[in-house]
Antibody
Framework: QVQLVESGGGVVQPGTSLRLSCAAS????????MHWVRQAPGKGLEWVAV????????YYADSVKGRFAISRVNSNNTLFLQMNSLRAEDTAMYYC??????????????WGLGTLVTVSS | AIQMTQSPSSLSASVGDRVTITCRAS??????LGWYQQKPGKAPKLLIS???SLQSGVPSRFSGSGSGTDFTLTISSLQPEDFATYYC?????????FGQGTKLEIK
């Protein structure tokens, strides 16, 4: 079955960097676009980024553009989110999610359990 | 970015009630919309894609409709397990954007 396991979250100071990982299993990662979605404590969902199945394109939320970078290593079944210049407002649970369809990018379907990032001095 | 406005933000209802949640897009998005259910401490679950297509395994009491700018999620007869928060998500343009959520509570 599809399984996504996020890691790399923690408590960091403002202005620093963090890299999240997402280990995928139960499906062929190289066939699917992948997303990151976040949720601040007690708040709603915010879509963060998507990367094409082959890494050929990426798109970002305006709130993270220029600071975050999504990437993937299909041969290692792993998705990443490099987060730089972190701010207090980046504090959230970060979810890795597989796209609903193979090849084309649509909306997230399968989700991981999330990894918590806290940005605080 | 396309703004997605959900209403109501919260709703109290009883088991067996029929409820409708609305999502309005700030511009036309064809049928490029999904609906998610999220329970406390859990990841979201995709219920409906392309506005009206029920995902496999989702009970038939859930239905979606709409196109263009106005969309609805309807639960025909509320069950105890349906009390949760519901979100819409548009994928017509990037960045994708969620509605602010509708919390469905037990009356």
């Amino acid at each position: 079955q599809v399984q996504l396991v996020e890691s790399g979250g923690g408590v960091v100071q403002p202005g620093t960097s963090l890299r999240l990982s997402c280990a995928a299993s139960g499906f062929t990662l190289s066939n699917y676009a992948m997303h990151w979605v976040r949720q601040a404590p007690g708040k709603g969902l915010e879509w963060v980024a998507v990367i094409a199945y082959d890494g050929s394109y990426e798109y970002y939320a305006d709130s993270v553009k220029g600071r975050f970078a999504i990437s993937r290593v299909n041969s290692n079944n792993t998705l990443f989110l490099q987060m730089n210049s972190l701010r207090a407002e980046d504090t959230a649970m970060y979810y890795c999610a597989r796209d609903r369809l193979d090849i084309v990018a649509t909306i997230p379907d399968y989700w991981g359990l999330g990894t918590l990032v806290t940005v605080s001095s | 970015a396309i703004q997605m406005t959900q209403s109501p933000s919260s709703l109290s209802a009883s088991v067996g009630d029929r409820v409708t949640i609305t999502c309005r897009a700030s511009q036309a998005i064809r049928n490029d919309l999904g609906w998610y259910q999220q329970k406390p401490g859990k990841a979201p679950k995709l219920l409906i894609s392309v506005a009206s297509s029920l995902q496999s395994g989702v009970p038939s009491r859930f239905s979606g409709s709409g196109s263009g700018t106005d969309f609805t999620l309807t639960i025909s007869s509320l069950q105890p397990e349906d009390f949760a928060t519901y979100y819409c998500l548009q994928d017509h343009n990037y960045p994708q954007t969620f509605g602010q959520g509708t919390k469905l509570e037990i009356k």
